[in-house]
């Protein structure tokens, strides 16, 4: 079994900067690919980054690119997610997921898929007021 928590999420103004964070536990070593999700009212789950266990690969959805940037601590056992310059579209609840080692994931689409991952945290708002 593997848990997720998030934190770090808050209010931020337009053009502002926040880092969101996920702490992993339980079957830590059995972790392979991390990702970060987001949701807005009325919208479908959008994969934001994901990052394979250690750093080695990572992937982040092509509109927040240059914006958006996930990072991680193995010490800490946590994955981040930074996002710069945020404007009110980001507003969203961002919600954290992990799948362990197995089956390949081919291209960042399967990456950015929620359906390729199993675990979730249970989500920090994020709201960007103008």
């Known amino acids: 079994q593997i848990y997720l928590v998030e934190s770090g999420g808050g209010s931020v103004e337009n053009g502002g900067s926040l880092r969101i964070s996920c702490v992993v536990s339980?079957?830590?070593?059995?972790?392979?690919?991390m990702a970060w999700f987001r949701q807005s009212p009325g919208k479908e789950r959008e994969g934001v980054a994901a990052?394979?266990?250690?750093?080695?690969?990572?992937a982040v959805v092509g509109s927040l690119k240059g914006r958006f940037f996930i990072d991680h601590d193995d010490a800490k056992k946590t994955v981040y997610l930074q996002m710069t310059n945020l404007s009110t579209e980001d507003t969203a609840i961002y919600s954290c997921?992990?799948?362990?080692?197995?089956?390949?994931?081919?291209?960042?689409?399967?990456?950015?898929?929620?359906?390729?991952?199993?675990?979730w945290g249970q989500g920090t708002q994020v709201t960007v007021s103008s």
């Open positions: 339980g079957d830590t070593d059995a972790v392979g690919w």
């Open positions: 990052m394979f266990s250690g750093g080695r690969r990572s």
């Open positions: 997921a992990a799948r362990t080692r197995g089956p390949v994931l081919s291209d960042d689409q399967e990456r950015l898929s929620s359906g390729s991952y199993r675990y």
